[in-house]
């Protein structure tokens, strides 16, 4: 009964309207508002980026500074969060972590959570993009056994998680730049991908009006999958399961087979049907970070840009237009920086904190609708009830 727009997975259905981000997958392009995503990650930094996604203007050297004094005020968390993550198993996945902890700040910052108060939503706002950092971090040091590392505010956005990530109480982290600059790129390149489904998720949530930390937790448990933030992580397993060039046509040879469910992590996009924009960026980068780590002669990386080239020319994926997408290279980088597999959903994560909370703020400002899809019902008719329990 009724008129409805069957559509499973929104492959053609329009959720909302917005103003922050614009993609052409036939043609490969991707706009934050208005600027290309390869000019924005080689020539500004990830604050800039984020003041762009959040205001929609690119700032002025006032604002610019003025708003990363706001971040550097909040990048700290509760000292009572320290004993939470004390709760969880040290072998969890750091994403079951970041994803309660985040969920958890809904009970430590709840003095500014009226979300029709514009300066409400941009407190919340301020603190989410802060604290995330620090928190991505902290479940890193939880799951290797030490201490965490507090936040130092002079360094940059990156920089200062690299710090956390890696400063230990008897030994300072010297920043490299040329590492540090990779990180700022990766994050940019993370920073927003319009409806994607974490980003829907945060809006779903939202729209009941609910918690921004916990609207932010949902986007965390939405992006973990492997067909979504989960494929960086998939993408670099499967890289050293390849292990070598001679075992590509093999690997190759199973993705195209129906009847087995392999595919070629990090590699085919809903939306783009064409050679993802970032994923070009992130390959320059990862061939940046191995030379100035002297690891030229990268194996993952010649199976990488093998694994590349013969997809690229093979009929399957040419008619199916599957191209290598932003998940492809960035392993091969983190994994260089001496990143475990597991933490590379958390930075994912950490990085389009800031796109959820623009697309969370631009929905309250533009006025809610609860979001409340339909469905096709295929169940029974009505019928009678009998209960077998014994009376
Ligand atoms: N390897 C082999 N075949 C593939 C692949 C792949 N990576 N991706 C899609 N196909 C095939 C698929 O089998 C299907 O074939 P057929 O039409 O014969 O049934 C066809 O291409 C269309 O695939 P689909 O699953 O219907 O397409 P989708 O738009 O629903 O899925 C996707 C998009 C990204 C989930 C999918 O391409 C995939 O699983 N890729 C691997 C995981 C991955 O890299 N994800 C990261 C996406 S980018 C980061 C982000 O923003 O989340």
Same mark, same amino acid.
């Given at each position: ?9 929104? !492959? ?26 390869? @000019? &924005? ?12 996604? &959040?205001? %929609?203007?690119?700032? !002025? @050297? *006032? ?10 005020? +909040?990048?700290?968390?509760?000292? @009572? ?18 994803? %309660? ?86 994050? #940019?390149?993370?920073?927003? +991908? ?25 986007? $965390? ?8 933030? %989960?494929?960086?992580?998939? =993408? ?31 590699? %085919? ?9 970032? =994923?070009?960026?992130?390959? /320059? ?14 194996? &993952? &990386? ?17 008619? *199916? ?5 932003? /998940? ?7 994994? =260089?920086?001496? $990143? ?10 950490? =990085?389009?904190?800031?796109?959820? #909370? ?16 339909? @469905? ?7 019928? /009678? ?7």
């Amino acid at each position: 009964k009724g008129l409805f727009t069957f559509d499973p997975g929104f !492959t053609s259905t329009a959720s909302c309207e917005s103003k922050i981000t614009y993609i052409d997958g036939d043609e490969g392009i991707l706009l934050h508002r208005g600027f290309p995503i390869d @000019q &924005l990650a080689k020539e500004s930094n990830f604050l800039e980026v984020s003041y762009l996604l &959040l205001y %929609g203007e690119v700032p !002025t @050297q *006032k604002q610019y500074d003025d708003f990363r004094k706001i971040v550097e005020r +909040h990048t700290m968390v509760h000292e @009572q969060i320290t004993r939470l993550f004390h709760g969880f198993r040290r072998d969890s996945h750091p994403m079951a972590v970041l994803c %309660g902890v985040t969920g958890a700040l809904a009970a430590f910052y709840h003095d500014s959570i009226d979300v029709e108060n514009e300066r409400h939503r941009e407190i919340a706002a301020y603190r989410l993009l802060s604290k995330m950092p620090t928190v991505a971090a902290m479940c890193y040091k939880y799951s290797i056994g030490q201490p965490f590392v507090y936040p130092r505010n002079e360094l940059s956005y990156a920089g200062n998680f690299l710090h956390m990530m890696f400063a230990t109480p008897c030994e300072e982290y010297i920043v490299n730049p040329v590492l540090e600059r990779a990180m700022d790129r990766i994050l #940019i390149l993370h920073a927003d +991908h319009e409806q994607n489904a974490s980003t829907s998720t945060v809006r779903t949530a939202g729209s009941s009006g609910a918690n921004p930390f916990a609207c932010i937790a949902a986007g $965390i448990a939405s992006l973990w999958g492997p067909a979504h933030g %989960g494929a960086n992580e998939a =993408a670099l397993k499967m890289l050293e399961e390849i292990s070598s060039v001679e075992h590509i046509p093999g690997f190759i040879k199973r993705a195209k087979d129906k009847n087995d469910s392999f595919r070629l992590m990090g590699f %085919g996009h809903r939306v783009y049907k064409n050679y993802d924009p970032r =994923a070009t960026v992130m390959r /320059d980068t990862c061939h940046e970070v191995l030379k100035e780590l002297d690891l030229k002669d990268n194996n &993952l &990386l010649e199976v990488a840009m093998e694994l590349e080239h013969i997809a690229l020319n093979d009929p399957y994926f040419i008619e *199916k237009k599957l191209y290598p997408n932003v /998940d492809f290279y960035s392993g091969i980088i983190l994994k =260089a920086m001496g $990143i475990p597999s597991s933490m590379f959903t958390v930075i994912f994560a950490m =990085a389009r904190t800031v796109g959820w #909370i623009a697309h969370w703020n631009e929905m309250h400002q533009d006025g809610i609708k609860i979001a409340r899809p339909r @469905q096709l019902y295929t169940g029974y008719d009505k019928r /009678d009830f009998h209960s077998q329990l014994k009376k």
